[in-house]
C-alpha cells in the first residue's frame, strides 16, 4: 500500500515534469521563429541600410577634400596678405 502510494506520488511528478517540458518545446518553438523573422528582417535592412552607407561614405570623403582645399586656400590667403603686407607697402 504505501509502494503504490509512493509510485503515484512518482507519476505524478513525473507527469507534472513532462507537462513543463511540453511548455518548454512550444515556447522554444515560438522562439525559433521569431528569431527566424528576425533574421529575415535583419538581413532585408542590411540591404536596405548598404547603399546609403555608401553614399554618406562618399559624401564624408567629398567633405574631407572639400575642407583640405579650404585649408590649402586659406593658407594660400594667409600668405599672400602676408606677402602683400610686407613687400608691396614699401
Known sequence: MEEQKQL???DEKLEKID????????T???QHL????HHKRSTM???IVLPIQRKVTLF???LKV???IVLILSVVAGLADVFIRLFLRR
Open 60 to 62: 564624408e570623403g567629398g
Open 8 to 10: 503515484e506520488k512518482i
Open 28 to 30: 522554444l518553438v515560438s
Open 34 to 37: 521569431s528569431l527566424e523573422e
Open 45 to 47: 535592412l542590411e540591404e
Open 19 to 26: 507537462n513543463h517540458l511540453t511548455k518548454i518545446d512550444i
Open 66 to 68: 572639400l575642407g583640405a
